[in-house]
């Protein structure tokens, strides 16, 4: 089992429409989390961190449920450009790997 | 301009030839790291560095080596290229490990291995 794991998708949504990821991890003991957007045969860019009283950024709204060991990314009112995959990070300062990345989930906003 | 650039973006290079990838960040930051992207395993950590002349191995460092005589610079090489290592190699840095303001990344090196 991976350690941070998330649907591959592709989601295909309409543009306007809101669609929502799930990540799962399974060291209990990450202590930050982070969404990161890369677009085809790009780098990632950092998206938002993740808090757990939850966080907004306009459109994207993140959330984290420790009990269920899991992160959400929410996004509203879908645009053509948020068309990308979106990764999903967990960090643990005991893992000398630093930051354990998912494989990703792609979206695909249609017109 | 300030920034994070790899060179170069593009390199084909035959088996068992050495070959470095150049990482330049003008942030100071003090943290540096290089990824290797592959389809099935996403990103991951083949070596970073802490601190001028810090170094430490991440997930994947065989057949790599780092240096880091500058703050300013990490590079990566590859000292007898094998298929295997055909891949996208991503460079970044950061003030903090694991911190709120996330990595900041290159725009990658696409290397084939012949």
């Known amino acids: 089992r991976k350690e941070v794991e998330q649907d591959p998708g592709p989601f295909n949504v309409p543009e306007g429409a809101t669609v929502a990821f799930n990540c799962t991890y399974s060291?209990?003991?990450?202590?930050?989390f982070f969404w990161y957007r890369q677009d085809c045969r790009k780098e990632p860019k950092l998206l938002m961190s993740?808090?757990?009283?939850?966080n907004e950024d306009g459109r994207f709204t993140a959330q984290l449920n420790r009990a269920s060991q899991y992160i959400s990314l929410l996004i509203r009112d879908s645009k053509l450009s948020d068309s990308a995959t979106y990764l999903c990070?967990?960090?643990?300062?005991?893992?000398?790997?630093?930051?354990?990345w998912g494989l990703g989930t792609s979206l695909a906003v249609n017109p | 301009d300030a920034g994070i650039t790899q060179s170069p973006r593009y390199k084909i290079t035959e088996t068992g030839r050495q070959v470095t990838l150049m990482c330049h960040q003008t942030?100071?930051?003090?943290?540096m790291f290089w990824y290797r992207q592959d389809l099935g395993h996403g990103l991951r950590l083949i070596y970073y560095?802490?601190?001028?002349?810090?170094?430490d191995k991440g997930e994947v460092p065989d057949g790599y080596v780092v240096s880091r005589s500058k703050t300013e610079n990490f590079p990566l090489t590859l000292e007898s290229a094998t298929r295997s290592q055909t891949s996208v190699y991503f460079c970044?840095?950061?003030?903090?490990?694991?911190?709120?303001?996330?990595?900041?990344f290159g725009s990658g090196t696409r290397l084939t291995v012949v």
């Open positions: 970044a840095s950061s003030d903090q490990v694991g911190g709120n303001l996330g990595y900041t």
């Open positions: 942030w100071s930051h003090s943290y």
């Open positions: 560095s802490a601190a001028a002349d810090i170094t």
């Open positions: 060291n209990s003991a990450s202590q930050s």
């Open positions: 993740v808090y757990s009283s939850g």
């Open positions: 990070v967990a960090y643990n300062a005991g893992n000398n790997r630093k930051l354990i």
